[in-house]
């Protein structure tokens, strides 16, 4: 008995704290897991999937341990990894095509990256502490993270899939008020329930007076109550103005992995064309086509010589006012190096950009071009392009598909001959709000997606691409068409619900009367009001950790 109080007193109590604090930050990261799309009927656990994190940052800064700063980093990223690995798995089917040697390491990044910053945010949070109460910090901590899912968003290296405000997409009723916010709104939902939580456990451990208590508890119950009651009260007294457009939306299922020199593009273009027709009216104004549904490369400048392009034509004539957007493998030359992107033609003295573009094509002589603007970094962009330029032509060894797209810099609006105006909006472009609302904001009446989710094979990425863009419909109070190649082809309408889908790996075409609308919600007009004033409040605080650094250092 004696000797095992001796042992057990002698164990460091710092490995104590460490053992029970990896069980927190790991049980976090799991509760974030279970409440994340497409996970249904989990949501709410969202509200408590931080309160882990949080009690073991407050364990740690409590402690007695030395390099309190290094094991908060080490311990969150241990959490956040398992929370971004495990939602995000399916990024590596995607990558398999190129060899697990190559594959792993890239898809590496993205499992990673965002956990890393997610653990600095965690860090600055903890340098706070030392100069700032407990509360001034919780606030800057939000600041913090919101400041991090928004250069997430906007660098080379952009991967905002894990935006914490994405996690309501499954329960699209309760976050009706994104339509003000965008899914930052969310963010901050997020964070503000969970903080109150860890308080209200706060005051009973360090058994603070009641009064506190009930202070907090009124606080956390109406931060839920209030948003949620006026939300469901938004959904539920919702009207959509009466202004009927007929869309088609087109899902060939061919598998990726397969079509390039397997199936001619003349052979596919003909199967889009026979599902279009055997669903299309005599009014239907617009047909969606798949990302990529022309996959052999078109110069844009002949795009009207070409035998796709007739195709097309001869398939329209019995549609007056008909327009089909498809997804297009594009090139356009130069005679200077116009553009970053543009690679030297051999031989000549001229440029090339290739392109994942949308093109809408009428019953004239007309045509539009939409360049993809947020190209996935690795597969379609060189991250920090100017940097690493010399890398240029070791991925064109590679068969110049990594870091060789162009793009431009602005959404453009497809306008129809009658006038509709149509939002192009490519595959991964439907994770960013503020993008899509661009679209809206120069008169999009609707948001056409365009992707091709068959590289994820049956994984959840494919839910979750489609869950999210329930979020697109609220804020920007626009009907969604999604034309995915292998599924899941879609029509939402402006309340987030999905109105009708096609099932996974079906080779089939819907159509719908959507409601056409012109008006500007709040979001579209202000844009990402919340992440650029959170995102300032951020620098500021790490301006400030980094003096305070500096003159410890001096002293």
Not at 518 to 527: K, L
Request: glycine content about 6%; overall charge positive.
């Amino acid at each position: 008995m004696l000797f095992a109080w001796q042992v057990k007193v002698k164990q460091p109590l710092p490995d104590i704290i460490m053992k029970n604090n990896i069980l927190l930050s790991a049980f976090s990261g799991l509760l974030l897991w279970i409440g994340w799309p497409p996970t249904s009927y989990t949501t709410l656990l969202l509200f408590i999937g931080l309160v882990p994190m949080l009690l073991m940052m407050e364990n740690v800064i409590q402690s007695d341990a030395i390099n309190k700063g290094k094991k908060i980093f080490r311990i969150t990223f241990l959490g956040f990894f398992i929370w971004n690995f495990l939602s995000i798995y399916w990024v590596y089917n995607s990558l398999k095509i190129i060899g697990a040697v190559v594959a792993i390491p890239i898809a590496l990044i993205p499992y990673s990256l965002g956990p890393l910053l997610m653990s600095t945010a965690c860090w600055l949070y903890y340098r706070l502490r030392l100069t700032t109460n407990r509360s001034l910090s919780l606030a800057a901590l939000v600041c913090l993270w919101i400041g991090y899912e928004y250069l997430h968003q906007s660098w080379d290296l952009s991967f905002p899939w894990m935006t914490l405000g994405n996690g309501f997409a499954v329960s699209h009723q309760i976050v009706q008020w994104y339509e003000y916010t965008g899914v930052y709104g969310g963010t901050v939902w997020i964070w503000l329930v969970n903080i109150l939580v860890f308080l209200i456990y706060i005051s009973l451990r360090e058994q603070q007076p009641n009064a506190q208590r009930i202070k907090l508890i009124t606080i956390l119950t109406v931060s839920i109550v209030l948003p949620l009651t006026l939300s469901l009260y938004r959904y539920n007294t919702y009207q959509e103005k009466r202004n009927p457009s007929n869309i088609v939306v087109v899902q060939p299922n061919i598998d990726p992995y397969e079509k390039g020199g397997i199936i001619p593009v003349a052979t596919q273009i003909n199967s889009m064309i026979n599902l279009s027709d055997s669903i299309g009216q005599t009014n239907t104004e617009f047909f969606l086509w798949p990302e990529t549904a022309i996959s052999e490369v078109v110069d844009e400048d002949n795009f009207r010589t070409s035998p796709y392009f007739n195709q097309i034509q001869h398939f329209l004539a019995k549609f007056k006012n008909g327009n089909v957007i498809t997804g297009a493998e594009t090139s356009k030359r130069y005679n200077t190096d116009a553009t970053p992107s543009a690679n030297p033609i051999p031989g000549t003295n001229q440029y090339y950009d290739a392109f994942n573009a949308a093109v809408n094509i009428e019953n004239s002589a007309e045509l539009q071009f939409y360049h993809k603007s947020r190209l996935v970094p690795g597969a379609e962009s060189l991250p920090f392009g100017a940097a690493l330029a010399f890398l240029k032509p070791v991925f064109a060894h590679l068969g110049g598909a990594t870091g060789s797209y162009g793009s431009q810099k602005e959404p453009s609006v497809f306008y129809s001959q009658s006038g509709i105006g149509a939002a192009p909006v490519i595959c991964y472009e439907s994770i960013w709000g503020g993008y899509v609302a661009q679209y809206v904001k120069k008169g999009a009446q609707f948001i056409a997606i365009i992707t091709n989710d068959g590289w994820w094979e049956n994984t959840t990425g494919k839910d979750q691409h489609l869950e999210y863009a329930k979020l697109r419909a609220i804020e920007t109070r626009r009907w969604v068409c999604r034309s995915a190649n292998t599924g899941i082809s879609a029509f939402i309408n402006q309340r987030g619900d999905i109105v009708q889908h096609s099932a996974w790996w079906v080779k089939t075409a819907l159509k719908q009367d959507i409601n056409l609308n012109s008006d500007i919600t709040f979001y579209v007009y202000y844009g990402d009001y919340i992440p650029k004033a959170a995102s300032l409040i951020a620098l500021l605080c790490v301006a400030w950790v980094i003096f305070k650094m500096r003159k410890a250092h001096s002293v």
